[in-house]
T-cell receptor, first 116, second 114 residues
Framework: DQQVKQNSPSLSVQEGRISILNCDYT??????FLWYKKYPAEGPTFLIS?????DKNEDGRFTVFLNKSAKHLSLHIVPSQPGDSAVYFC???????????????FGQGTILTVHP | GAGVSQSPSNKVTEKGKDVELRCDPI?????LYWYRQRLGQGLEFLIY????????KSGLPSDRFSAERTGESVSTLTIQRTQQEDSAVYLC????????????FGPGTRLTVT
């Protein structure tokens, strides 16, 4: 039962262009969503998050959009840089209506490659 | 400051042997999580510790898996009688508060069962 899905295993974009990574979820109890970035041989690092009361959150080149009715979120990276090449994981949590702590459910990840 | 550390970084073991993986969380972080990432898959929650409260073990895949944590410091994940399907990267994360969504991950332990 995959509650968080990233249907694109990989994405390749040109430097300077926009990267759009997508994530779908099925559990309507999820109320907080995060994106993590992972380089090889390192643990994931937090990138950006969004609460279910918002539909957009922006931090520099990174913007996360949330469409609750579609149970879909996306991460936009503009402009993309070669250093952005990594695996990106979408994660969700359900503190308000679910567990009492920040238990995260992760997607499978999308490998982003940004070509110079 | 120091991040989350894990040891060993790599472990190769024979099927049927027991292994012990260690995690040192960030000092002052009260919540600690263990995850597993199998090849080509996302992170799979295993267990959660918070202070002296009973841990949430709901993600442990079988009774061969167990974990302990000493107060708010070091945690060990033990896998008994390892099987080939246990091969994965085991990741530890900690957070400042139990309700904090932002978890800080260690580099992981890559376990290979031959």
């Amino acid at each position: 039962d995959q509650q968080v899905k990233q249907n694109s295993p990989s994405l390749s974009v040109q430097e300077g262009r926009i990267s759009i990574l997508n994530c779908d979820y099925t559990n309507s109890m999820f109320d907080y969503f995060l994106w993590y970035k992972k380089y090889p041989a390192e643990g994931p690092t937090f990138l950006i998050s969004i609460s279910s009361i918002k539909d957009k959150n922006e931090d520099g080149r990174f913007t996360v959009f949330l469409n609750k009715s579609a149970k879909h979120l996306s991460l936009h990276i503009v402009p993309s840089q070669p250093g952005d090449s990594a695996v990106y994981f979408c994660a969700a949590s359900a503190i308000a209506g679910g567990t009492s702590y920040g238990k995260l459910t992760f997607g499978q990840g999308t490998i982003l490659t940004v070509h110079p | 400051g120091a991040g989350v550390s894990q040891s060993p970084s790599n472990k190769v073991t024979e099927k049927g042997k027991d292994v012990e993986l260690r995690c040192d969380p960030i000092s002052g972080h009260t919540a600690l999580y263990w995850y597993r990432q199998r090849l080509g898959q996302g992170l799979e929650f295993l267990i959660y510790f918070q202070g002296n409260s009973a841990p949430d073990k709901s993600g442990l895949p079988s009774d061969r898996f167990s974990a302990e944590r000493t107060g708010e410091s070091v945690s060990t994940l033990t896998i008994q009688r390892t099987q080939q399907e246990d091969s994965a990267v085991y990741l530890c994360a900690s957070s400042l508060q139990p309700t904090s969504y932002e978890q800080y991950f260690g580099p992981g332990t890559r376990l290979t069962v031959t």
